[in-house]
């Protein structure tokens, strides 16, 4: 366990509440707290302390390159706390689309009949299930997994998209992050979900040195890396496989269906929750 966090404290406009926690998640927070005041909102997001400040510094403003009037206000370290513990209310059982409910360890068993439930840990890594980005993905995996799928999750995070295509069927999936470490923490998530082993977990580049082929890829991270992403797409995908995209604005909506067009693959359906959108888009047969 990490003896001191880092922290970063941003100051934006009134109304930009959900923007810089969206933010400070996307850059790989471990918990933050939100100050309103009548000149607008203050954040203070915690970071864990196995990277130097600049790395979550300049990580941090990729994730804020839509919103340039957003300042950092001041930056520094705290000794650790195990701040979810003191917090748990703040992670009820949460139902995604129509199969899913997301759970905190200390939720186990309070899930629906019917659910398939995702354990996961609140941590360091993005993916807890209560963003936008990762219910879209979510949702749009339900009709799309089928057993006996290879899936290949880029960009895992938490893992909980790695849970996800298992738990629908898949039986086969690659979880691979930039973050080498992050796998520990898909490992414990793992194991919270009975499923040890079952996933072959990848420190990588995005698909840099990944043959594939699979049926199904999902990838929730931002525009830069997803357009980056994109003429790798179709090398690792079977025909007719399916490519699940998120972690995008829905500003960044027609940017991104026109990139999609370029490298050859077919939007089939789209979704929106917030100020997010996502898409699946198919491997032309």
Same mark, same amino acid.
């Given at each position: ?9 941003? %100051? ?26 009548? #000149? ?22 990729? =994730? ?12 520094? %370290? ?13 992670? !009820? ?23 398939? !439930? ?6 360091? =890594? ?5 963003? #936008? ?129 370029? =490298? ?22």
């Amino acid at each position: 366990m990490d003896s001191f966090w880092w922290y970063i404290t941003l %100051r934006g406009g009134n109304g930009q509440e959900e923007i810089l926690s969206t933010a400070v998640d996307l850059a790989g927070s471990i918990g933050s707290e939100v100050q309103e005041f009548p #000149e607008g909102v203050r954040v203070r997001a915690y970071f864990r302390s196995n990277e130097d400040l600049g790395t979550w510094q300049m990580r941090l403003r990729q =994730a804020l390159e839509p919103w340039p009037e957003v300042k950092v206000e001041d930056t520094g %370290r705290i000794e650790n706390q195990p701040w979810y513990r003191e917090c748990e209310e703040a992670f !009820p059982p949460l139902e995604v689309g129509s199969r899913f409910v997301v759970l905190a360890p200390w939720h186990r068993g309070k899930e629906s009949p019917g659910r398939i !439930p995702l354990v996961v840990k609140p941590g360091s =890594a993005f993916g807890t299930g209560y963003h #936008e980005s990762t219910q879209i993905v979510l949702e749009l995996m339900e009709t799309r997994v089928k057993s006996g799928d290879s899936v290949v999750d880029v960009g895992t995070g938490s893992g909980i998209l790695s849970l996800g295509a298992l738990k629908l069927g898949a039986a086969s999936v690659v979880a691979r992050d930039l973050d080498g470490a992050v796998l520990a923490e898909v490992e414990e998530n793992l194991d919270l979900n009975d499923l040890r082993g079952a996933v072959r977990l990848e420190e990588g580049d995005l698909l840099r040195g990944f043959a594939g082929p699979v049926d199904l890829l999902t990838a929730n991270i931002v525009l830069e890396p997803l357009l980056q992403l994109l003429p790798d797409v179709r090398r690792v995908l079977k025909p007719g496989g399916w490519a699940l995209f998120s972690g995008l604005l829905g500003t960044e909506k027609q940017t991104f269906l026109a990139a999609l067009e370029e =490298a050859g693959l077919h939007p089939a359906e789209d979704r929106a929750r917030g100020e997010w959108w996502g898409v699946a888009a198919q491997n032309p047969a």
